[in-house]
């Protein structure tokens, strides 16, 4: 098939670069002039393992392209994917105005046939507005269908998750676009659901939602380890083991963040407000997430017998998660910068985000460090911020020589207490049953 995508972010690119390697000729369209330069020189403006060869590999073989011109892209494809960005606005509800912009766009440039597909997270009603909208600015009697495609992917693993999905979602109100769409799957071997645009938009919402509740569920669960001396490792463990719960996503930490969880569990709450429902169990969620950052501080500060000034701390890690640059939300940034208004001097430290780090942070930190042992030089504390593997396999000999103080705030629980404690070091995790 000929496909365009439109919007280059994690998602666009992931996306343009995984059907281009399954042999479709893709372009990838975005608006953003620096962005598509940096790509037609094979320079990847995202860190995603993988992609970087993989759109070197496409690129080569003439099955992936760039370009600023999106009208163009629609023109020369029979299926347009619009992946662009979906932020929230002030209220908290979806910013849907970039969506607006390339429908009509589409509107403007529909040649011929196509299928549009909307993989943006998008809230319930969107595809029908799309589809309106095409209608509405239609010029020539182009035929065109719709089908909402919500994206599961996640950043860090993107590839490797667009490769191994659990399902797709589909969603229209035509039943030939709907299996041609379908087509593009097949070869995963995976359940296609085909349902209707509100279905498949609700899905999307409703699973990162389930999601972040799972991990405020297991925060909360930290505080009563904390408080009953148990070890919420283990119980996420025990629990996990249970086929109906399963393990993932019970990692207790410092609270979810991203560019994702935190703006569609808030988009979610909006559209259940907007059908006059209070989702009372989703503000629990949010207001446990917003909290979690203090709870973990508060291990420091009390520490420190409640007083920061003077004291240096290492952070390692600013990245939102592991194996991702994007600071977007990130909740280990947010606590730098209560731990800096505590008046705590930072060193910070991240394999792949300290640039984005950088320019959020500025003069809030004192040193941006080589590596994490550079960090941790002559710091009366370290705190754990991002759960990068490297992070979970220092050395602490080696730690225990240019340390001043040996105290470890493990704030994505990568550590095991018993262990860092026999190296002579006072731990704090989240939950691992010390207050
Ligand atoms: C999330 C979903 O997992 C994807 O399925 C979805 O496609 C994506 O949002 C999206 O809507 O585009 P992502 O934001 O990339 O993916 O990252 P996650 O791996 O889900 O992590 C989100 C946050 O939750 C991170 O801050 C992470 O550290 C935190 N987390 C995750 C925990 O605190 N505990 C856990 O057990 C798991």
């Known amino acids: ?23 479709h000729t893709v372009i990838c369209a975005d608006i953003n002039e620096k962005k598509i330069e940096l790509l037609k020189k094979g320079i990847m403006p995202i860190y995603e393992e993988g992609l970087s060869d993989l759109v070197a590999k496409n690129v080569c073989e003439k099955r992936l392209s760039f370009t600023t011109n ?3 892209a629609v023109k020369d494809s029979n299926v347009v994917f619009i992946v662009v960005g979906t932020p929230s606005n002030q209220s908290g509800s979806a910013d849907l105005s970039a969506v607006w912009v390339v429908a009509k766009t589409i509107a403007d440039n529909l040649n011929g046939y196509k299928i549009i597909v909307t993989k943006s997270t998008v809230p319930v009603g969107t595809n029908e507005r799309i589809k309106q909208i095409i209608k509405d600015n239609l010029k020539g009697r182009a035929k065109f269908d719709v089908v909402s495609n919500p994206e599961f992917l996640r950043e860090g693993t993107a590839i490797f998750d667009a490769n191994n999905v659990d399902r797709v979602v589909l969603g229209s109100d035509s039943k030939s676009a709907l299996s041609k769409i379908a087509s593009l799957y097949t070869h995963l071997n995976v359940p ?12 999307k ?5 389930f999601l ?7 925060n909360e669960i930290a505080r009563i380890c904390d408080r009953a001396k148990a070890d919420v490792k283990t119980v996420a463990d025990g629990m996990g083991y249970d086929k109906r719960i399963v393990r993932s996503f019970l990692n207790s930490g410092i609270g979810y963040g991203g560019s994702c969880f935190p703006k569609d569990v808030e988009a ?19 207001d446990v997430n917003e909290r979690q950052k203090y709870f973990y501080v508060e291990k420091i500060v009390n520490f420190f017998e409640g007083n920061l000034s003077g004291k240096t701390l290492a952070c390692l890690g600013t990245a939102f998660k592991n194996n991702t640059d994007d600071i977007r939300k ?6 730098i910068k209560i731990l800096r208004g505590e008046g705590a001097k930072i060193r910070v430290f991240d394999p792949a985000a300290l640039e984005n780090a950088k320019a959020e942070l500025g003069n809030d930190v004192i040193y941006y460090a080589k590596d994490a042992y550079d960090a941790i030089e002559g710091v009366d504390g370290i ?5 990068w593997r490297e992070f979970a396999e220092l050395d602490f000999e080696k730690i225990r020589k240019v340390v001043k103080g040996r105290v470890l705030f493990d704030g994505r629980n990568i550590f095991d207490p018993k262990t860092v404690e026999k190296l002579g070091f006072k731990y704090f995790g989240i939950g691992r049953g010390l207050l």
């Open 383 to 387: 705190c754990i911020l991002t759960e």
């Open 1 to 23: 098939m000929k496909i365009a995508v439109v919007g280059t972010g994690y998602v666009g690119l992931v996306t343009g670069a995984v059907f281009a390697d399954g042999g």
């Open 268 to 286: 979610l709450y909006r559209t259940s407000s907007d059908q006059e429902y209070d989702f009372r169990l989703l503000r629990g969620v949010m």
């Open 192 to 203: 296609i659901l085909k349902s209707d645009f509100r279905s498949a938009e609700l899905i």
């Open 70 to 72: 999106v009208g163009k």
């Open 212 to 218: 972040a509740t799972k991990i405020s569920f297991i």
């Open 330 to 335: 990130s909740v280990a940034i947010e606590v």
């Open 205 to 209: 919402y409703a699973s990162n939602a």
